[in-house]
């Protein structure tokens, strides 16, 4: 039977279709190191037995990296680089963008999710004036879980249709 992190590996891999979507953000280590920059809460997991049953992800970023990727100006990768441009020039961050949300089918419907992402959100909260949520769900549920998160945590949310 596959590990916990195995079957969180292949359902990233089915969902996303990252590799075949330049737009997309692709995790590697280095985007991983790139992240932990921005906030430590920007990558969180909840582990169950022998691995990772959620991971989310956040981007902590600017109102002007939001609209452009509402619009359609920048695609999801330039998120992050954006990010870390204003970063390196000591601008600060009042958005945060629900990147992914991953949990394993057996574990879904639990608040797993919610309760990671509201803690990553509080998180951020400390260190950057956020006002607003913005996500690209690629579900209905995705889609769901952006607008729980946004009035659990008194956010507007954006969605990129």
Same mark, same amino acid.
């Given at each position: &039977?596959?590990?916990?992190?195995? *079957? &969180?590996? *292949?359902?990233?891999?089915?969902?996303?279709?990252? %590799?075949?979507?330049?737009?997309q953000l692709d995790v590697t280590p280095i985007v991983m190191e790139q992240l932990n920059e921005l906030h430590t809460a920007t990558l969180s997991e909840e582990v169950i037995g022998d691995g990772p049953v959620c991971w989310i992800l956040l981007i902590p970023s600017t109102q002007e990296t939001m609209e452009k990727f509402l619009s359609g100006k920048i695609s999801e990768s330039?998120?992050?680089?954006?990010? &870390?441009?204003?970063? %390196?020039?000591g601008r600060g961050f009042d958005s945060i963008y629900l990147c992914s949300a991953i949990v394993l089918p057996e574990f879904r419907k639990k608040g797993i999710a919610k309760k990671i992402t509201l803690e990553a959100i509080t998180s951020m909260r400390k260190d950057f004036d956020i006002r607003t949520l913005y996500s690209w769900p690629f579900s209905e549920e995705g889609k769901k879980l952006s607008m729980l998160i946004g009035e659990l945590s008194s956010l507007p949310v954006k969605i990129k249709e």
């Open positions: &039977m596959p590990t916990h992190l195995q *079957q &969180m590996l *292949q359902l990233v891999d089915e969902f996303f279709a990252v %590799k075949n979507d330049p737009s330039d998120i992050l680089k954006e990010s &870390m441009s204003a970063k %390196k020039e």
